[in-house]
């Protein structure tokens, strides 16, 4: 038991192990700082290749190495090749049904997010602020546990307890401290995507993203199913985060319309019938209890933010990052 509980702690806690690249796809300068406050170093060409010396951005730009120099580039003008080294991303060789109480976390990470419409501050701009900066993390695991649909359903949180974690009584935030932040893998069904962005004339928009209503800068709602054929009353909602979408162009309603059963209210005559597995933080959002009621999800519980995506095809799993 010992022997198995430090391979969990050195499996969890180190940064991931990564041999990443990145291609440079439109002119982009290699600056001394992540700013434009400084004259650049120089100037980067497509298709250069260089080499990411950190996994998340800094005001939307990413330190890098170019050949013999570091500096930092514009994220929008690259094009990231993540790929993972080293043992299975998998602790468990099957999933499990619970999750106990002394699996390791992650210690979050943030940085500002730099988007279409502006900054936005690590925990948005108001609203649950704590929850807010749980949702924004952009820190990524070295390796997951595999769990079932039961176990992030069936693990508890306070019932009845108020919107903002904020409210909450120190009993209650103590009540799912055991179980926020672990790392978790979760196979199932795309019950569907949805793009939480809103008219720019609207009142749209949440205060993780500071109110954006652009696709590139807004969460993505996406209810997961144990089956296929289930009903969103069923589901798990995982999201992706525009902070970590930065790094997975791939990432794509487009790119995942064959593994999705349903666009918007209809069926979708695409879907290719199989699974999907979402890698990411476990996460308690205290602002929906209204779906719950309304049978739009099983639990308050979520995998967010998701920071992998494998599809399964060919009798496979593959990242959806190396899709072509």
């Known amino acids: ?36 406050a400084h004259p ?38 690259i094009r990231i090749q993540a790929r993972l080294s080293g043992s299975s991303l998998l602790i468990e060789s099957s999933p499990v049904d619970n999750i106990p109480q002394d699996w390791g976390k992650g210690t979050p990470q943030n940085s500002v997010f ?3 419409e502006g900054s936005c501050a690590t925990s948005g701009d108001g609203g649950d602020s704590a929850t807010n900066l749980l949702k924004n993390r952009v820190d990524v695991p070295s390796a997951y546990h595999s769990v079932t649909w039961n176990a992030i359903n069936n693990t508890s949180y306070p019932e009845g307890a108020k919107r903002s974690r904020a409210d909450w009584t120190p009993s209650q935030l103590d ?92 069926a979708n005559a695409a879907f290719n019938g199989q699974p999907i597995r979402i890698f990411g933080w476990l996460m308690l959002d205290p602002e929906h209890q209204d779906m719950i009621t309304e049978g739009l999800r099983s639990t308050l519980w979520e995998i967010h933010p998701i920071t992998r995506i494998e599809v399964f095809q060919n009798g496979q799993w593959t990242d959806l990052d190396s899709l072509p």
């Open 114 to 116: 730099d988007g279409e």
């Open 40 to 77: 650049a170093i120089r100037k980067l060409l497509p298709p250069a290749q260089i080499q990411l010396l950190e996994t998340a951005p800094t005001n939307g730009f990413y330190h890098v190495k170019a050949e013999t120099e570091s500096g930092w580039v514009w994220g929008r003008n």
């Open 175 to 266: 009540a799912i401290a055991p179980f926020e932040g672990v790392p978790v893998a979760l196979e199932g069904f795309l019950y569907k995507v949805k793009v939480e962005s809103s008219s720019p004339n609207g009142n749209g928009g949440e205060t993780t993203n500071c109110h954006a209503h652009l696709a590139a800068d807004v969460d993505w709602h996406m209810p997961l199913t144990a089956s296929s054929g289930q009903g969103e009353n069923l589901a798990v909602i995982v999201e992706t985060t525009p902070r970590l979408r930065q790094a997975h162009p791939n990432w794509t309603v487009a790119r995942l319309k064959p593994w999705t059963e349903n666009v918007s209210s209809h």
């Open 1 to 36: 038991m010992l022997r198995r509980t430090v391979l969990l702690c050195c499996l969890l806690f180190p940064s991931i192990a990564v041999s990443q690249t990145a291609i440079v796809s439109r002119n982009v300068y290699l600056r001394s700082d992540p700013s434009t």
